[in-house]
């Protein structure tokens, strides 16, 4: 588990880690994949986002080919993106608001923005927009993770508890979206510790997915600070966490979108960086 920088070590655990600041950015000399989104035919059938905002902005970047996916890491702490390159995983938690999720799932489909959700399946956002996200689930523009079922502190909780948090967002994950979430968990508030990983890799749950950035919007902030977060924190391989709790954001897509545009960033969920597991426990 050392040979990867971006591996923490299993002892330094709540303290966001230093975004990298100084890596070098190599833009992949590997064809991209050729297939977009119909941003034609969108602008076509909604002549309304013309006028209203413009002339329709081109489809972000699409992820680097299946080829390019390396070694998923063993056991460990995930917090940024390996190697350098122009990666950028944007996950955002939760879901307390089901319009910001909705929203969240628009934005993807209108921009081509590729996203990680982490999921608590306790929030009703989950199932109401299940027909909505669906589609970009199956086809992989939006992976689900795990965030526990209910959002609790699993540092506080008993090992058959945390068991219990972990299987019972499984089996509302696979059982909604026919999804398995395997190998990432994310620990609501980023907390975890020996015992935490352990629990969660005997379930299969081997990458504590932390973040190297925030969009701070865990409680509501304004726009404009929302702006300035992604303007420091929209970096090559940086993994920036957000959430589907706060109507804010929702203001400010078109603007997160022009940062990953102007820095030719490619958004990226883990399965298209990562191999999946073989075999599952
Ligand atoms: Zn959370």
Redesign the pocket.
Request: proline share 9%.
């Given at each position: 588990m050392n040979r990867r920088a971006f591996l923490a070590g299993l002892g330094a655990l709540i303290t966001v880690p230093p975004a990298v600041a100084t890596i070098e950015v190599i833009r992949s000399e590997i064809a991209s994949s050729t297939t977009a989104p119909p941003s034609a035919a969108l602008a076509a059938s909604a002549p309304g986002l013309l006028s209203a905002g413009g002339p329709a902005k081109p489809q972000l970047l699409p992820p680097p080919p299946a080829s390019a996916r390396v070694a998923l890491p063993g056991t460990g702490v995930l917090t940024v993106l390996p190697g350098h390159g122009d990666l950028l995983a944007v996950t955002v938690?939760?879901g307390v608001d089901s319009n910001v999720v909705r929203q969240y799932t628009q934005f993807a489909k209108d921009t081509g923005i590729r996203l990680t959700f982490?999921v608590?399946g306790i929030y009703r956002s989950w199932s109401d927009n299940a027909p909505l996200l669906r589609p970009l689930v199956e086809s992989g523009q939006i992976q689900l993770g795990n965030?526990t079922w209910s959002?609790p502190d699993l540092t506080t909780l008993s090992r058959a508890q945390i068991a219990d948090q972990i299987q019972r967002n499984q089996t509302f994950l696979s059982n909604t979206f026919g999804v398995d979430a395997r190998p990432y968990l994310?620990p609501?508030?980023g907390r975890h510790n020996a015992a935490v990983r352990a629990v969660a890799a005997d379930l299969g749950y081997t990458l504590t997915t932390m973040w190297s950035g925030s969009l701070a919007d865990?409680t509501v902030i304004t726009e404009d600070y929302i702006v300035k977060m992604a303007d420091t924190h929209f970096r090559p391989q940086n993994i920036v966490l957000g959430?589907l709790n706060h109507a804010p954001v929702t203001h400010v897509f078109d603007r997160l979108a022009d940062v990953v545009r102007a820095r030719n960033l490619r958004t990226v969920t883990f399965n298209d960086v990562f191999l999946r597991p073989r075999t599952t426990p």
């Open positions: 938690d939760d982490f608590n965030h959002h994310r609501p508030y865990s959430h």
